[in-house]
Structures are given as structure tokens and as C-alpha cells.
T-cell receptor, first 109, second 113 residues
Framework: GEDVEQSLFLSVREGDSSVINCTYT??????LYWYKQEPGAGLQLLTY?????DMKQDQRLTVLLNKKDKHLSLRIADTQTGDSAIYFC?????????FGAGTTVTVRA | SAVISQKPSRDICQRGTSLTIQCQVD?????MFWYRQQPGQSLTLIAT?????????ESGFVIDKFPISRPNLTFSTLTVSNMSPEDSSIYLC??????????FGSGTQLSVL
């Protein structure tokens, strides 16, 4: 599969913004995704962006896509304790996704 | 979105035995997949479960080790055969929903002793 890379850990104070970064190598992906995995649970689709878009906003979530640099980011505004989880970046075609290793976000009071 | 139920949610098995994991979806879906998440790692696609025909396996996965059934558009099973401790992972069923996005079940956490 294609390579998808993420930083492994992020610690953020409650109320601050979190920014999770991801780089990928497959420039042919139609969609890029962010999934959230809480402890002991499966993956929850958080948001996605079509490859011809630069930005997508959905309530507290903002996705930025830089196709030239193959860089994807997820910004969570006003981070809450319930946002503590592992966040996976994923890309691919035909629904066969390649996932990053996941970024563990810890929200501290 | 689709509601996906996986059973069992977790199991502890002995080396050499087999475990069958079930995935039930609340609506008919065209595409179903099985993923594996090894401890501390990301997800790897095992295979595409094809309705009425043999599953399509990704590189490194074979039918003898991971037989898959898909008798209809709402149900699939994955069997982990002749298990060893290296098979300890979370196994996840995923489906393409009507909005054409990929959704995941809650997973089956398997520990092999």
C-alpha cells in the first residue's frame, strides 16, 4: 500500500486548538479521511475531504489539504476531554484505504 | 451511515484453535471488507468479502488462514484459523454506506495464548 505518515502523539490543553498532521504519497486518491478511535472501540469516520478541495469545515473540525505537498491536517477547535482518542489519517481509491499509524491525542485539564 | 454489529467483541483463544467473527449490517451494502489492527499499529486490509463468490485477498493474506464467507448483502464472517500469538489483533469489519463512505464496526479484540 501507499505510505501515510503521522506524528504519534499530541498533548493539548482543554479549550485550546489541536492540529494533527499527515503526509501521504498516493496523489491519485479521490478522498482523504480522518477517523477517530476511542479506547476499546472501532473506528468512527470523523470527516473527509475530496481531493479537489483545499479546505472543509464541519463544526469544530477543519480539514486542510495541500495537494502539492501531499499534506493533510485536522484542526479541532476548543478541544474537549472527549476528544482524547487516536486519530487516523487515511487515503485510497476504490474504498481500499491506507492508514497512518495514528496520532494519540491527550487532552489535559 | 450504516450500523455494523460485530460478534464477539473480544475473545481469548488457545494456540491452534480457530475463531469465527461475525459482521452484521442493518442494511444491504455492496462492499464489505475485513481489516486487521495489530497492537499499537495501524489498520491493514485483509480482504474484500464478495457476495456469492470467493473473497479477494490482499498481499500477505491467504484463504486457508483467513477464510471469509459472505452469503448475502448484510452479513459476513471471517475465520482466523490455526491461531498463534502473532494473530492477536483487533479485527474490524467495514462497509461502504449509501453515502459511499467507509464505516467500521466496533471490532473484535482477539488474544491468542
Amino acid at each position: 500500500g501507499e505510505d501515510v505518515e503521522q506524528s504519534l502523539f499530541l498533548s493539548v490543553r482543554e479549550g485550546d486548538s489541536s492540529v494533527i498532521n499527515c503526509t501521504y504519497t498516493d496523489s491519485s486518491s479521490t478522498y482523504l479521511y480522518w477517523y477517530k478511535q476511542e479506547p476499546g472501540a472501532g473506528l468512527q469516520l470523523l470527516t473527509y475531504i475530496f481531493s479537489n478541495m483545499d479546505m472543509k469545515q464541519d463544526q469544530r473540525l477543519t480539514v486542510l489539504l495541500n495537494k502539492k505537498d501531499k499534506h493533510l491536517s485536522l484542526r479541532i477547535a476548543d478541544t474537549q476531554t472527549g476528544d482524547s482518542a487516536i486519530y487516523f489519517c487515511a487515503e485510497g481509491n476504490d474504498y481500499k484505504l491506507s492508514f497512518g499509524a495514528g496520532t494519540t491525542v491527550t487532552v489535559r485539564a | 451511515s450504516a450500523v455494523i454489529s460485530q460478534k464477539p467483541s473480544r475473545d481469548i483463544c488457545q494456540r491452534g484453535t480457530s475463531l469465527t467473527i461475525q459482521c452484521q449490517v442493518d442494511s444491504q451494502v455492496t462492499m464489505m471488507f475485513w481489516y486487521r489492527q495489530q497492537p499499537g499499529q495501524s489498520l491493514t486490509l485483509i480482504a474484500t468479502a464478495n457476495q456469492g463468490s470467493e473473497a479477494t485477498y490482499e498481499s500477505g493474506f491467504v484463504i486457508d488462514k483467513f477464510p471469509i464467507s459472505r452469503p448475502n448483502l448484510t452479513f459476513s464472517t471471517l475465520t482466523v484459523s490455526n491461531m498463534s500469538p502473532e494473530d492477536s489483533s483487533i479485527y474490524l469489519c467495514s462497509v461502504v454506506a449509501t453515502n459511499e463512505k467507509l464505516f467500521f464496526g466496533s471490532g473484535t479484540q482477539l488474544s491468542v495464548l
